[in-house]
């Protein structure tokens, strides 16, 4: 079946600094959907990719989605305390159906 | 965006009782919803496919007899974890997909942290 992982599992950053974590998917997506959970919360929808090659920015977080629709990566720039959190992946089968989160990366940021 | 209320939010339970959660889509009619289950610091499980007004799809490795899914109503499904024991303990969270909408992201509940003793 569809697997997705992600890397790095953990990542320590000073504040300020920039943080990068990259998802691979073993089998060609829809589309790949990235989600943020604050400690004890629940997942929350940042954004979504569709297009091959598509670039999205969220004022300090950049989203690629890699030509060949396998592969992502989420870039936070100046890292601040409110970014702490684990940032899932998430990959949507070409069937449309199923949802296969990557293994989450936990950013810590120090003040 | 849709909102997912999920219910009870935690919940403690003795050793073979059964738990009930409920996972309400609040602003808009899902006829699919899904239930992960979360380990500490791992990610998001997924236990099984609700489908309204048909029978739940389980992934490989869950008991269909052991967590129960109903989904009676196109905005609310139900987990049910029959007799549970301390294993069962962990984070169950719901999701659904809201059809009328322009995207595929998955909302979720709040999530519900049970504890079995």
């Known amino acids: 079946g569809q697997q997705v992982m992600q890397i790095p599992q953990y990542q320590h950053v000073q504040e300020g600094e920039d943080f990068t974590t990259y998802c691979n998917s073993s089998t060609t997506l829809s589309n790949i959907q990235w989600y943020k959970q604050r400690p004890g919360g629940h997942p929350v929808f940042l954004i979504q990719l569709v297009k091959s090659g598509e670039v999205k920015k969220q004022k300090r977080l950049t989203f690629q989605f890699g030509e060949a629709k396998k592969n992502s990566s989420l870039h936070i720039t100046a890292t601040q305390t409110t970014d702490v959190g684990t940032y899932f992946c998430?990959?949507?089968?070409?069937?449309?159906?199923?949802?296969?989160f990557g293994e989450g990366t936990q950013l810590t940021v120090n003040p | 965006g849709a909102v997912v209320s999920q219910h009870p939010s935690w919940v403690i339970c003795k050793s073979g009782t059964s738990v009930k959660i409920e996972c309400r889509s609040l602003d808009f009619q899902a006829t699919t919803m899904f239930w992960y289950r979360q380990f500490p610091k791992q990610s998001l499980m997924l236990m099984a496919t609700s489908n309204e007004g048909s029978k739940a799809t389980y992934e490989q490795g869950v008991e269909k007899d052991k967590f129960l899914i109903n989904h009676a109503s196109l905005t609310l499904s139900t987990l049910t974890v029959t007799s549970a024991h301390p294993e069962d303990s962990s984070f169950y969270i719901c999701?659904?997909?809201?059809?009328?909408?322009?995207?595929?992201?998955?909302?979720f509940g709040q999530g519900t942290r049970l504890t079995v003793v």
């Open positions: 998430a990959g949507l089968e070409t069937s449309g159906s199923r949802l296969t």
């Open positions: 999701s659904a997909r809201d059809p009328g909408g322009r995207g595929t992201e998955a909302f």
